[in-house]
């Protein structure tokens, strides 16, 4: 069924493109000149802002915030979020399988979750593309049809709803206004990659519309690591007048991947290709299917903004995973629809003569979750290991007020009312532990205080402190035991909370660009897997005192400009340097088990750079790396290490707004062996050698071409 929608998808959306381009780039002179009126006439949307319309947010932002377009992206290969978010402080990124971002953590929130990435909110246009209980599925968001991507962290991210530490990412999309009539990009390289999309837009009148198509194919460094995906993005924008729009979203999606599953760290040193024996014997697989549809009015004056949104997503998903006699998990099969909107309204009238923001908004989810799971026999379902139905309700309503008590000082003071319901029906307690049906209700209330100082136009000083809370997961609840008569445990777990102290600065001088954040978080009830006192595994639990504290540092410089290319009317070439810095410092606080051991799953120093000579001619070349530059725990008694490293990688290319692109990108160039991703556990001692690591790609090169009308 799939694979018939995404060829008809293919063919129609190739057709429209084309018509669109003949139409945009038509000889008659008329015409020209009537599209370029409609565009001069259509400023750009108001539903999806530009990039330089969110980079404009940070003088309002009393926190850690990050605008990352797709152009640092493009140098190079534009796969996954991987390659959109690089180097953005504070935020690390996993990834299993090399092809897709399975783990994401924003100050350790998330940092023991599964291949479902929880602790960070994922937007789009702000509206909601995580599950009811809060995880978030990375397949179906398709980097090629952004625009740009606004990272929040931590506090800043309230006024979406977000509740948690992590905050969120809110992704933006193209449109008609800000994208090429037709543009067409091929990507190749090693382990058998191959990825291609297509897209395009136009605006008509009040319309604008927007489409894109990709697939991506990949045999995979490691065995038993084969993945293929196929995706399919589409927005409609109409324009009633330009203080109002209305924008429909579109979403289909498909993947079909293998998991090689982790190894043992000796294993990963010997030979990082190799799959797990039983990878391959029980064919583990993760195949998913997605449709999301979503609306949103937007309305903007001078004086007031109202945003208006609904949405709703329906997932397919399989997960052929480890199964034995003692572990009876086996194959997941799971369908879940998830409905929700949001209420946005800002207004910008004087209070008490001075300039004030508030913000009043409203984001209610819903989530059904029926699943079933299975015994693994050789990659085929056997008999009912259990079944139940899940469901989650999410309802946070929020208001902000900035309040700017001189023009270059501002205090922003706020709050979050949140209620949050998990409800699971057991719909097969003929097992062991019997009826495992419950229900939990969750209150929750976030304040938050904030000062902005515009130290010039250029750079601000900022300071917040916050609160925030993450009800457990479904799945954090809802788990098998393990033991002779394994089966599907109910395990009530409280919220998490945490209070966040922050300070930073932002801005530009002269040839420098930086950001700079740092905080200390005091967590209560954090939610971690640990063992007890006598190194037994019990699953995730809430631990009751936790600290994460850290540092979050860009610094971009222009080194050398008009080096050998100088001209009088516009830019010569440069010589820029970019980089990151990012350290992780997180630990429990007089543990009864461990102490104030260091919370494992993260590397603690992270830093990434990048070398890159442009000249004006778009021609482009430059060395990169990534550094782990400290081993770090991957257990809670921390006795067992992942090991630091350095990747080293390289691009050079030639970029043009229209016409022919081309580029070249090396990775990994030593052929490091090194764990891209680990599987956090209690003990090592308790689990001897245990295949928690998952290696990341060795040394490949990837090369793509693109054309722009």
């Not at 999309?173 to 382990?191: I, K």
């Not at 089966?487 to 998490?496: E, F, K, R, W």
């Not at 980089?579 to 992780?584: E, G, L, V, W």
């Not at 991703?677 to 790609?697: L, Q």
């Amino acid at each position: 069924m799939w694979r018939g929608w995404s060829v008809l998808a293919i063919t129609a959306v190739a057709v429209i493109a084309i018509q669109e381009a003949q139409a945009a780039n038509t000889s008659n002179n008329s015409a020209e000149t009537e599209a370029v009126t409609v565009m001069g006439e259509a400023t750009g949307s108001l539903t999806s802002v530009s990039p330089e319309e969110s980079a404009k947010q940070e003088k309002a932002l009393p926190g850690a915030f990050t605008v990352k377009t797709i152009d640092d992206m493009e140098l190079g290969r534009a796969s996954n979020f991987e390659d959109l978010l690089q180097r953005t402080p504070g935020v690390f990124l996993q990834s299993e399988n090399g092809a897709e971002v399975s783990k994401i953590s924003i100050r350790g929130s998330g940092i023991t979750s599964g291949e479902e990435p929880l602790g960070v909110m994922f937007l789009m246009d702000g509206l909601n593309f995580n599950q009811g209980d809060g995880e978030a599925t990375l397949e179906d968001l398709d980097v090629a049809a952004l625009s740009h991507a606004e990272v929040f962290r931590g506090a800043d991210a309230f006024k979406y709803g977000a509740l948690t530490l992590g905050g969120a990412i809110n992704l933006v999309p193209l449109t008609g206004y800000n994208t090429a009539p037709f543009q067409v990009r091929l990507e190749g390289g090693s382990y058998g990659f191959f990825r291609g999309d297509m897209s395009g837009g136009v605006v008509q009148g009040k319309f604008d519309e927007f489409g894109a198509i990709g697939f991506r194919a990949r045999e995979g460094f490691r065995e038993h690591g084969r993945e293929d995906t196929e995706i399919l993005f589409a927005d409609l924008g109409y324009k009633f007048n330009d203080q109002v729009e209305n924008r429909f979203y579109l979403t289909l999606d498909r993947t079909n991947r293998n998991l090689p599953g982790g190894l043992t760290k000796s294993e990963m040193e010997d030979d990082p290709s190799q799959a797990n024996p039983l990878a391959i014997a029980q064919d583990w697989n993760k195949e998913l299917s997605n449709v999301r549809l979503a609306d949103k009015l937007s309305i903007r004056t001078e004086e007031i903004e109202l945003d208006v949104g609904a949405y709703w997503f329906h997932h397919d998903l399989e997960n052929r995973g480890f199964f034995s006699p003692d572990f009876r998990e086996g194959i997941e099969q799971f369908y879940s629809d998830d409905f929700g909107g949001n209420l946005n309204f800002v207004s910008r009238h004087e209070l008490f003569g001075r300039r004030n923001i508030l913000t009043i908004g409203l984001s209610p989810q819903y989530e059904d979750e029926p699943s079933q799971n299975y015994e693994n026999i050789f990659g085929h379902p056997g008999a009912t290991t259990a079944r139940g139905i899940g469901s989650s309700i999410n309802v946070p309503a929020y208001l902000e007020d900035q309040l700017y008590l001189a023009s270059r000082l501002s205090i922003l003071a706020g709050a979050q009312a949140i209620f949050a319901e998990r409800h699971f029906q057991d719909e097969f307690f003929t097992d062991e532990a019997g009826n495992q049906s419950n229900r939990q209700n969750f209150w929750g209330f976030n304040p938050k205080l904030g000062a902005i100082y515009e130290i010039n136009r250029q750079a601000q000083a900022f300071v917040n402190f916050s609160r925030s809370w993450q009800p457990p997961s479904l799945d954090n609840l809802v788990d098998f035991d393990e033991g002779p008569n394994s089966s599907v445990v109910y395990t009530p777990l409280s919220a998490q909370h945490a209070w966040t102290i922050e300070v930073g600065t932002r801005g530009e001088y002269s040839r420098f660009e930086w950001e700079l954040s740092l905080y200390r978080s005091w967590f209560r009830n954090e939610l971690l897997e640990i063992n007890d006192a006598f190194g037994n595994d019990i699953g995730t639990r809430n631990v009751p005192r936790t600290n994460h504290q850290g540092i979050e540092a860009s610094l971009e410089v222009e080194l050398l400009r008009d080096i050998l290319i100088k001209q009088s009317n516009r830019s010569g070439d440069r010589l820029s340097l970019d980089q990151s810095y990012t350290f992780n410092d997180f630990h429990l606080d007089q543990n009864a088990v461990y102490g104030d051991n260091r919370i494992p799953g993260i590397p603690i120093h992270v830093y990434e750079a990048q070398l890159l000579y442009e000249s004006p001619s778009g021609f482009y070349v430059g060395p990169n790396l990534q550094c782990n530059l400290s081993r770090y725990p991957v257990d809670e008694a921390n006795t067992l290490f992942a090991d630091s490293y350095v990747l080293l990688g390289f691009r050079a290319g030639f970029r043009r707004t229209k016409g022919l692109s081309v580029f070249i990108d090396c990775r990994n160039l030593t052929n490091q062996h090194y764990a891209a991703s680990i599987d956090v556990i209690a003990d090592a001692r308790t689990e001897p050698n245990p295949e928690i690591f998952h290696p990341g790609d060795g040394r490949s090169f990837y090369g793509g071409v693109s054309w722009s009308w």
